[in-house]
């Protein structure tokens, strides 16, 4: 009996092979005309916390911070955050 090829991908050899992850903060502050400051005082959080989402410079996402970043600006995770396949982020490059 032939043996079953595994139908899952395997991880490339580094994580910049996995895609891209976008989170579009400053779009949709722009779009409902609120300042960093504004967010910082409606969310609890730290204006340098919030700039770093804003910049796409963090590493791990925080439940938390997202959920508050939703219900705050009254969008939807995927209004947020967007996953770029590795395809896609080589032609963006």
Known sequence: MPKKENPL???PVSSDGY???KIHLAE?????????NQL????EMQRTQLRN?????????????LKRLCYVLECNLTDLIEYI???ET????
Not at 28 to 36: A, D, H, Q, V
Not at 53 to 65: A, F, G, H, N, V
Not at 90 to 93: D, E, G, I, P
Request: glycine share 2%; proline share 5%; aromatic share 6%.
């Open 19 to 21: 895609g891209d992850i």
């Open 90 to 93: 080589q032609t963006l490059q």
């Open 40 to 43: 910082s005082f409606r969310t």
């Open 9 to 11: 991908r395997q991880l």
């Open 28 to 36: 949709i502050l722009e779009e409902k005309n609120i300042s960093l």
């Open 53 to 65: 989402y804003r910049d796409s410079k963090i590493q791990r996402l925080d439940i938390d911070i």
């Open 85 to 87: 396949p590795p395809e």
